[in-house]
């Protein structure tokens, strides 16, 4: 029964923190493709002050990313803040003027539209996607034409009348509710501005990222390069957080592991009390016996604590490929940013952690009950037999 | 030779003592088959466990052989009694998960013996106690009187000086006490062992060739039993 405890407290302390983890990994991963990504490059102006004005100049900066190694991707922006009217309603929003080539590398708003088509089909009027919780407030859908109003580079009020193509909708609801794409060349020519403010990369290799955010601040200072820590410092706190949650998590399950093995193993003592007194007559000296009773609760975390690693490791590493489906919380889980299916995620390293863990605790838990049978003397334990 | 000089006992029991042992004084000579007989209470299992040193007097001294065992560390009289000193317990006492030849084994394991020397002398008692076919048996597949022959072979298989058994024949019917005291008598004559028994089993007074009587926790009488 203890060796069923121990494996089903070990499982299930693994599978709560592999959950929360898989959690903590999704909430960055869909930031960092639907809006994050992992650089951005601004002008530090543009940053401080939000002026359209402050666009990133550096003509080398292009080359610069077209020829680096390090970089998979890049999407160039030109962010207007603008305010939309339809027939039906009306609201602030950022307008993104993007390419779509170039974008659909770097974010996946693209895979997230009603229509597959993205930007790829539109008439004459310039084309706008627009999310569906701002649809909501426009009372608005795909064909409807939308009025957007905003100040161009020079401080001159400028109107543009786009018509929606698509609409999209991430794991994010409040992103959504404040981001609208159009295309950059639309967009440059109502702004009157040829620059963009917005560079965002996605780096060949995700351990990379801060190697290449360094590479581009030192080589191109007067602008500022982050990651995506820097970007959605809260992703970064999550990751802190998790790590928190995870150490309390293995502090809980070792103390649970360790009380069992305690209260199991000062059970199995005085149970024998008979048998340890007449091992102590017989001549079995207490360095004997002390070990014997601590090879038996070092047998049973051998035996328990391998099935619950390994049935924990089954039941992730399934898990992680066909995902745990929480649709009925959808919409809670959207609206900070989540996917309505978990994929619990725990690295290697954590198993053999666990494991080292699970063996030290039952060395030391049965400490205890190992000198309490030193204690016992055997002409009290045998007063009834001998 | 086992020497008991004016030993004495009190044990602490809340608010008051019991004197368990009251200054008692005897020699049992190597090779003796002795009872220490009285009532329930009157100290005899008190007087055994002192000189098996699984407990200590508060005065007076037990000598084994030469040896004082008072002047014993936990230890060393641990590894004295491995060495010469064997245990006979009213409830059998085996270990449940080990075979009658692994109960008798296990003492020259903690002795050392080579499994050469184990084998033989294992086989050697399980015969002398007529249990050389039930010796992949374990405890609970075999009868109380087949237990504690196997209890009488673990006690002898390290080769003891003398042998303590408290009331060894109190769970047993009757064939089986005679059985058990032929085996006890036979090994006694065969190995020279000495054996003290703690007992108000008149079976086995009968066949004592030494009757010490406790009383209160004195000697009240020591008479050979030229019968037996």
């Known amino acids: ?386 | 030779m086992i020497r008991v000089k004016n030993i004495r006992k009190t044990y602490s029991n809340g608010n008051f003592n019991v004197d368990a042992v009251q200054g008692v004084s005897l020699e049992i000579n190597q090779g003796e088959f002795t009872a220490i007989v009285g009532p329930s209470g009157s100290g005899k299992t008190t007087l055994l466990n002192l000189i098996g040193g699984l407990d200590v007097p508060n005065s007076g001294e037990i000598l084994i052989g030469e040896q004082n065992i008072a002047e014993l560390s936990e230890n060393e009289l641990i590894d004295f009694r491995l060495h010469h000193i064997g245990f006979v317990f009213q409830s059998y006492n085996l270990i449940p998960v080990l075979t009658a030849k692994e109960n008798v084994e296990f003492l020259m394991l903690l002795q050392k013996k080579s499994e050469s020397e184990r084998n033989e002398r294992t086989l050697q008692l399980l015969k002398a106690v007529g249990l050389e076919n039930q010796t992949d048996k374990k405890p609970n597949e075999m009868s109380g009187g087949q237990q504690q022959r196997v209890a009488v072979a673990r006690a002898l298989a390290s080769k003891p000086d003398f042998v303590l058994a408290d009331e060894p024949t109190a769970n047993l019917d009757s064939a089986s006490t005679q059985n058990l005291l032929n085996i006890m008598a036979k090994l006694n004559k065969e190995e020279n062992t000495t054996f003290v028994f703690s007992t108000h089993d008149q079976r086995v007074i009968d066949r004592a060739n030494r009757i010490i009587t406790i009383d209160d926790g004195k000697v009240v009488s020591d008479v050979r039993n030229t019968i037996a």
């Open chain 1, 1 to 386: 029964m203890l060796i069923a405890a121990i494996a089903i407290g070990i499982f299930g302390g693994l599978a709560v923190i592999s959950t929360a983890n898989g959690l903590t990994k999704m909430r960055q991963k869909n930031a960092i493709k639907s809006y994050v990504s992992h650089l951005q490059i601004h002008n530090p102006k543009y940053l401080k002050y939000g002026n359209v004005i402050d666009v990133i100049s550096n003509s080398k900066l292009e080359d610069f990313l077209n020829k680096s190694k390090e970089v998979a991707a890049f999407s160039k922006r030109l962010k207007i803040e603008s305010f939309v009217e339809s027939v039906g309603g009306n609201g602030g929003v950022i307008l993104n003027g993007i390419e779509p080539n170039n974008e659909r590398l770097v974010t996946n708003i693209f895979s997230q539209c009603i229509n597959n088509n993205y930007f790829n089909k539109f008439g004459k009027r310039p084309p706008i996607i627009i999310s569906e919780k701002l649809a909501k407030r426009l009372n608005a859908e795909v064909g409807t034409s939308i009025k957007c109003s905003f100040t161009d580079i020079r401080g001159e009020p400028s109107l543009g009348v786009f018509k929606i193509i698509n609409i999209f909708s991430t794991s994010n609801s409040l992103y959504d509710e404040v981001n609208a794409f159009v295309l950059l060349k639309d967009l440059a020519v109502l702004a009157k501005e040829e620059h963009v403010h917005e560079y965002a990369i996605i780096a060949r290799d995700a351990k990379n990222v801060e190697n290449l955010r360094n590479n581009l601040s030192s080589n191109f200072k007067n602008l500022q390069t982050d990651s995506w820590r820097a970007i959605a410092p809260e992703l970064g706190y999550a990751d802190k957080m998790m790590e928190i949650v995870m150490t309390l998590f293995l502090i809980i399950i070792m103390l649970a592991l360790a009380f069992g093995i305690i209260n199991t193993m000062l059970m199995a003592v005085f149970e024998r009390k008979k048998e340890i007194g007449m091992l102590l007559s017989v001549g079995m000296n207490k360095r004997k016996i002390f070990w014997m009773i601590l090879w038996e609760s070092i047998c049973l975390a051998i035996i328990a604590g391998p099935i619950g690693i390994l049935i924990s490791y089954g039941v992730i590493s399934l898990f992680s490929i066909i995902g745990i489906n929480v649709a009925f919380a959808a919409d809670g889980l959207r609206s900070v940013g989540l996917d309505s299916t978990i994929y619990p995620s725990l690295d290697n390293k954590f198993y053999w952690l666990m494991t080292a863990l699970v063996i030290i605790t039952s060395i030391l838990s049965c400490i205890y009950p190992a000198r309490k049978a030193l204690q016992l003397n055997p002409s009290e334990t045998l007063r009834t037999s001998v």
